[in-house]
Structure formats: C-alpha cells, structure tokens
C-alpha cells in the first residue's frame, strides 16, 4: 500500500515567521493530497487540498505545492498567528482505491 | 447538511473485553465510511474502509473487525482487547463519486479507548 512520510515532526517557529511541512509519498498512483489540521482533543478538519493535475494552490496564508515527478507535496504557512499552533497531517489518496493514508503528523508550535 | 455521529466519547475497558464503537452518518446516501486510529502522538492508522453494505476491506491484520449493517452505519468491533488497541479511533466519511471519491474526508469526533 501507499507509505506517507512527514517531516518535521515537530516544528516551533516565532508569531509571524513562515512554517514549512514536507511529505513524500510512495505510490504513482496517488492523486489527491489534502492537509488537515488537528487541535488538541479535537478532530482534523481539512485545510487546503491539491489534485495531480496542478502544482501548487493557494488559499490566503496557507499554500500547498506538488511535485509529482519526485512525489513530494509541501504546506507553506505564511505570517503564522499563533492559533495556527496544532498538529497537521498530510494524506495521499487515489480515486480508484477510496483509500486515505496518513503522515505521521507535525506538531506545529507558534510563539507570541 | 451531513453530520457523522461517533460514540461512546470515552470508554476504559480491560483486556480481554469486548469491543463496540459506532458511527452513524445523516444527512447523505451511500458514503464512504473508513476507520482509522490515532496512536498517542501518531498519526492516523488507516483500519478498514467500506464503499457499501456489507463491503468490508480491513489494511491491517489484527484483532479488530468492522461491519457496516446499514447504508450509514459502521461499527468496530473486538472479541478481546488488547492493551496495545489503545487510543483514538477516528470514523470518517466522504462522499461518492465517479471514481471511488469526490474528495474532502470527514471525520466523526472520535472515541478515545484506554485498555488496562
């Protein structure tokens, strides 16, 4: 089945500064790679997603790109505040198989 | 608007009991429903997946088993826990469409099991 890797597991940036989170999948056929947040206690809700057919996609401070060719896809957090501070996860996904396969998660620490 | 229901909330139970979670979803005909558990500090265990009625596809041997008795329902299931079943098991949705899936996936609030 498909692998998930996510890097960092933990990252701690400064209110305002850029965070960055890396995954790499295994399977080519793999099209579709939401990103959720998770708070404490709480269930991830989905954030951003990106389909095959396009590289990269932007919705207000949050972005995600997509490299297809190395299967690797990035989350790019801009002007982080600091209940941005969560864990998040990224998932690969293809259309013919309904199945979701997850990061190991990056818990993201924003400090005022 | 779709809703899923996930409970018991919480349960501690010991090893070597039964096992019973359940979720329905409203609002929605024919969904997707998966199972996941969320170890702590882990990411999320993809354990069994139905895309209907009866249709069933476990990812990961173990001793947990899941049935899906009506189109919105989906239930796991253990004969006898073990303490390593602990944690957060997550039941989750998505729409059908061409394909298999039309894309965002909705969790339930979770369960958090602990095993002693």
């Known amino acids: 089945g498909e692998n998930v890797e996510q890097h960092p597991s933990t990252l701690s940036v400064q209110e305002g500064d850029s965070a960055v989170i890396k995954c790499t999948y295994s399977?080519?056929?793999?099209?579709?790679f939401p990103w959720y947040k998770q708070e404490l206690g709480k269930r991830p809700q989905l954030i951003i997603d990106?389909?095959?057919?396009?590289g990269e996609k932007k919705d207000q401070r949050i972005a995600v790109t997509l490299n297809k060719t190395a299967k690797h896809f990035s989350l790019h957090i801009t002007e982080t505040q600091p209940e941005d501070s969560a864990v998040y996860f990224c998932?690969?996904?293809?259309?013919?198989?309904?199945?979701?396969?997850f990061g190991s998660g990056t818990k993201l620490n924003v400090k005022p | 608007s779709q809703t899923i229901h996930q409970w018991p909330a919480t349960l501690v139970q010991p090893v070597g009991s039964p096992l019973s979670l359940e979720c329905t979803v409203e609002g929605t005909s024919n969904p997707n429903l998966y199972w996941y558990r969320q170890a702590a500090g882990r990411g999320l265990q993809l354990l069994f997946y139905s895309v209907g009625i009866g249709q069933i596809s476990s990812e990961v041997p173990q001793n947990l088993s899941a049935s899906r008795p009506q189109d919105r329902q989906f239930i796991l299931s253990s004969k006898k826990l073990l303490l390593s079943d602990s944690g957060f098991y997550l039941c989750?949705?998505?729409?059908?469409?061409?394909?298999?899936?039309?894309?965002?996936?909705?969790f339930g609030e979770g369960s958090r099991l602990t095993v002693l």
């Open positions: 989750a949705w998505t729409r059908p469409g061409a394909g298999g899936f039309t894309g965002e996936l909705f």
């Open positions: 990106i389909r095959s057919n396009v």
């Open positions: 998932a690969a996904a293809s259309y013919n198989f309904n199945k979701f396969y």
């Open positions: 399977d080519s056929a793999s099209n579709y």
